[in-house]
């Protein structure tokens, strides 16, 4: 067992809320894990082991972060049930054309706008930005 404190969720939140105070936008997720880590390091001796998913999650639940998603196109025969991004249930989405009659299907997550259509996107990025009120 490691005896350092682990990190919590309140702690990482209010390190992001302070990352972006001084940033409007963080073009990767590597730059939001650095930042973060600075912010952390600041108060507490202790390291920050926040795994990258972990981190996207909870910037995913702050209110005050927009996520955009950068992809690129996957097999359109593979079958998702979970949303690649944050893990969350796929809700399929249908759009009727009501001219054509053209049925397209979507999957879409509520949780963190990740959406997707017949060719599965593959999220290559992440960039964060500071949701304006
Ligand atoms: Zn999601």
């Known amino acids: 067992m490691n005896i350092t404190t682990a990190i919590s969720d309140e702690q990482i939140k209010e390190a992001l809320s302070k990352v972006f105070n001084k940033n409007h936008i963080v073009t990767s997720q590597n730059n939001l894990k650095k930042l973060v880590d600075k912010e952390l390091g600041k108060n507490k001796k202790q390291k920050s082991g926040v795994s990258p998913s972990r981190l996207r999650n909870i910037a995913i639940s702050c209110d005050f972060i927009k996520l955009e998603i950068h992809s690129r196109e996957g097999d359109p025969d593979k079958i998702m049930t979970k949303c690649p991004v944050c893990g969350g249930i796929l809700r399929n989405v249908k759009n009727l054309t009501i001219w054509g009659g053209e ?3 979507e999957f879409s997550c509520k949780n963190c706008g990740y959406w ?18």
């Not at 997707?116 to 009120?133: C, D, N, S, W």
């Open 103 to 105: 049925v397209t299907i």
């Open 116 to 133: 997707t259509g017949k060719k599965k996107r593959i999220p290559t990025r992440y960039v964060f930005h500071l949701k304006k009120k």
